[in-house]
């Protein structure tokens, strides 16, 4: 039994962008859905698919983005709140990330948005991810 699978879903993205394959699978979770939704609406990926497996398994096939010179759109992608230590950010701190060059993704009562909807929102709520 997986205990953190946001971790998992961006190690597995992060491990296929290195290896500059097409294609990721994820394990499926609704807050696993909320992330690539962000990733996507941010264009850090291409798209994504929830695939229904044996036993009622779901797996998740994502997309990857890359540039003409066969770059990867995510430079980097961490895992920021933990299951060991939870990390949450009141509104007035979410603005920015890399000078606006990064997303700062959040899970809040509005759902799992990003930083500069957060912001606008006027939300706070725990740092999932950031990604740039």
Same mark, same amino acid.
């Given at each position: 039994?997986?205990?953190?699978?946001? /971790?998992?879903?961006?190690?597995?993205? &992060?491990?296929?962008?290195?290896?500059?394959?097409?294609?990721?699978?994820? =394990?499926?979770?609704?807050?696993?859905?909320?992330?690539?939704?962000?990733?996507?609406?941010?264009?850090?990926?291409?798209? #994504?698919?929830?695939?229904?497996?044996? !036993? !009622? +398994?779901?797996?998740?096939?994502?997309?990857?983005?890359?540039?003409? *010179?066969?770059?990867?759109?995510?430079?980097?992608?961490?895992? @920021?709140? *933990?299951?060991? &230590? &939870?990390?949450? +950010?009141? /509104?007035?701190?979410?603005?920015?990330?890399?000078? %606006?060059?990064?997303?700062?993704? =959040?899970?809040?009562? *509005? %759902?799992?948005?990003?930083?500069?909807?957060? #912001?606008?929102?006027? @939300? %706070?709520?725990?740092?999932?991810?950031?990604?740039?």
């Amino acid at each position: 039994m997986m205990n953190d699978l946001i /971790a998992d879903a961006l190690t597995r993205i &992060r491990n296929a962008a290195m290896r500059r394959l097409e294609v990721a699978t994820l =394990l499926h979770s609704n807050t696993v859905v909320g992330v690539l939704n962000v990733l996507l609406q941010k264009e850090y990926i291409a798209g #994504f698919k929830v695939i229904d497996g044996q !036993n !009622n +398994k779901k797996t998740i096939q994502v997309e990857l983005k890359y540039d003409d *010179k066969e770059k990867s759109a995510i430079n980097e992608i961490v895992r @920021v709140s *933990k299951p060991g &230590r &939870r990390v949450y +950010k009141p /509104a007035s701190e979410i603005k920015n990330f890399k000078n %606006g060059y990064g997303t700062i993704i =959040l899970s809040t009562n *509005k %759902g799992i948005i990003a930083n500069d909807e957060a #912001f606008a929102a006027n @939300v %706070g709520g725990e740092v999932l991810c950031t990604v740039w």
